[in-house]
């Protein structure tokens, strides 16, 4: 049975996954969650331990809404338990950061001959690249994969996913600049099917959440590849720059109103001490990360762990 996850398998590095999330959300242990280390030690627990708390939290780019939910429980917790000493809060607060993350659902791309999964998001993302790695894990792992260069605005988007497959050995159906995108889709999507794919991503041009005509645009993408291949597609997962912080956020609270978003995948974690916005997704959108990345290698898009994720974020070592 395919495991798309692997997240239990080395990865083709040879670096275990729990290595790869300590490297990669170093800015962020660092900068902030590793200051509550130094901060809770072996000291009686003050008004002042909650105020700095929520000041760390919040620098996290954890936002207002988590970051109180994550106090009020804390506090309450502390009550119950009759927690009087920080260090003991420091583990309590681990133990609450974890508890609002959840795994990931085995994505919607088996049981048929073919899978479609649409990749949208707001230029910058690193959205074309994503798709690339997604592509190369997808191929390692045995599934017969294909891409669609759906971003028909820029020449060089095109040109940079045809790159890609050429790399990773992964065909491309692309089209000319300035194509209508929903026919490069038709295309790619007729081409898989005839090929006998696994699965089609399909790349899209990177748009504002405020650009209707655009986000109008995905809804006749989406149209189109249900036309060859039914409830099509079934994935549609948003690329999140994790570099932006709160603005992400706000980013996918639009794209959901407009788009049927099914996961996230969230980018550039290692490059930013904003990972505290991981969070905010679950408890905020209530939707799935599926991969975050946390390097420019293409074998940098790690599936997303959250006891890899939140113990990254405390250990020193």
């Known amino acids: 049975m395919y495991n798309f996850s692997d997240n239990c398998v080395t990865l083709s590095s040879g670096v275990q996954?729990?290595?790869?999330?300590?490297?990669?959300?170093?800015?962020?242990?660092?900068?902030?969650?590793?200051?509550?280390?130094?901060?809770?030690?072996?000291?009686?627990?003050?008004?002042?331990?909650?105020?700095?708390?929520?000041?760390?939290?919040?620098?996290?780019?954890?936002?207002?809404?988590?970051?109180?939910?994550?106090?009020?429980?804390?506090?309450?917790?502390?009550?119950?338990?009759?927690?009087?000493?920080?260090?003991?809060?420091?583990?309590?607060?681990?133990?609450?950061?974890?508890?609002?993350?959840?795994?990931?659902?085995?994505?919607?791309?088996?049981?048929?001959?073919?899978?479609?999964?649409?990749?949208?998001?707001?230029?910058?993302?690193?959205?074309?690249?994503?798709?690339?790695?997604?592509?190369?894990?997808?191929?390692?792992?045995?599934?017969?994969?294909?891409?669609?260069?759906?971003?028909?605005?820029?020449?060089?988007?095109?040109?940079?996913?045809q790159t890609w497959g050429n790399r990773i050995g992964v065909p491309v159906i692309a089209n000319k600049p300035g194509s209508d995108p929903a026919a490069v889709v038709f295309d790619a999507v007729t081409a898989a099917h005839a090929r006998g794919t696994d699965i089609l991503l399909v790349d899209t041009a990177g748009r504002l959440h405020t650009n209707f005509n655009l986000m109008g645009e995905l809804a006749k993408i989406?149209?189109?590849?249900?036309?060859?291949?039914?409830?099509?597609?079934?994935?549609?997962?948003?690329?999140?720059?994790?570099?932006?912080?709160?603005?992400?956020?706000?980013?996918?609270?639009?794209?959901r109103e407009m788009v049927d978003v099914t996961g996230i995948i969230v980018t550039k974690l290692d490059g930013t001490a904003k990972g505290g916005m991981v969070f905010s997704i679950f408890n905020e959108l209530k939707l799935p990360v599926h991969y975050i990345g946390l390097g420019e290698g293409v074998t940098n898009l790690v599936f997303f762990d959250p006891d890899n994720f939140v113990n990254s974020l405390f250990d020193e070592n």
Do not use: C, Y
């Not at 331990?49 to 502390?78: F, H, N, S, Y």
């Not at 709160?246 to 794209?255: D, E, H, I, R």
């Open 222 to 255: 989406k149209a189109t590849a249900s036309k060859v291949i039914p409830d099509a597609p079934h994935e549609v997962w948003l690329v999140l720059d994790g570099t932006t912080g709160q603005n992400a956020l706000q980013q996918a609270q639009k794209f």
């Open 17 to 161: 996954p729990l290595s790869i999330f300590r490297s990669g959300l170093s800015k962020t242990r660092q900068s902030f969650f590793g200051r509550i280390a130094q901060m809770l030690g072996n000291t009686e627990i003050e008004e002042e331990t909650w105020d700095d708390i929520e000041a760390v939290l919040i620098q996290a780019d954890m936002g207002v809404p988590t970051t109180q939910k994550v106090l009020a429980d804390l506090k309450g917790r502390v009550k119950r338990e009759g927690i009087t000493r920080s260090d003991q809060l420091n583990k309590a607060l681990r133990e609450e950061l974890r508890s609002l993350l959840e795994a990931p659902p085995t994505p919607n791309i088996s049981g048929r001959p073919l899978s479609i999964i649409l990749i949208v998001g707001v230029n910058g993302s690193g959205k074309t690249t994503t798709i690339a790695k997604l592509a190369n894990r997808l191929n390692n792992n045995g599934r017969k994969v294909m891409l669609a260069a759906g971003d028909t605005f820029r020449a060089a988007a095109i040109e940079q996913l």
